[in-house]
């Protein structure tokens, strides 16, 4: 079973910046793409930044220029650092993972998501 533990949420002035960590726990075969996704209250999760294990990344044209994903793979560990956040980057962020297990079945799993608060 893969455990994801999230770390570096908390409160932040508009402008400001925060890195978000996302650590990953258990034995699988490999891991295919991580990522960060966020839910603001009353809105659906969306996709903030995917990175694959070639490196590729993806991100919402919303953070563009302003959040740089990156990964250590070596310890299955994906980073997102956010800068000249605003008050619509306030959000419960939540990191994913794909893979694949030991018996090569595919598997997905959420963290239990980290707090952003952005004040104006």
């Known amino acids: 079973q893969v455990h994801l533990s999230e770390s570096g949420g908390g409160l932040v002035q508009a402008g400001g910046s925060l890195r978000l960590s996302c650590a990953t726990s258990?034995?699988?075969?490999?891991?295919?793409?991580m990522g960060w996704y966020r839910q603001a209250p009353g809105k659906q999760r969306e996709l903030v930044a995917t990175?694959?294990?070639?490196?590729?990344?993806n991100y919402a044209d919303s953070v563009k220029g302003r959040f740089t994903i990156s990964s250590d793979n070596a310890k299955y560990t994906i980073f997102l650092q956010m800068n000249s956040l605003n008050p619509e980057d306030t959000a419960v962020y939540y990191c994913?993972?794909?893979?694949?297990?030991?018996?090569?079945?595919?598997?997905?799993?959420w963290g239990q998501g980290t707090q952003v608060t952005v004040s104006s």
């Open positions: 990175i694959t294990s070639g490196g590729s990344t």
């Open positions: 258990g034995v699988v075969f490999s891991i295919n793409t």
């Open positions: 994913n993972v794909n893979g694949e297990r030991l018996d090569r079945t595919h598997f997905g799993s």
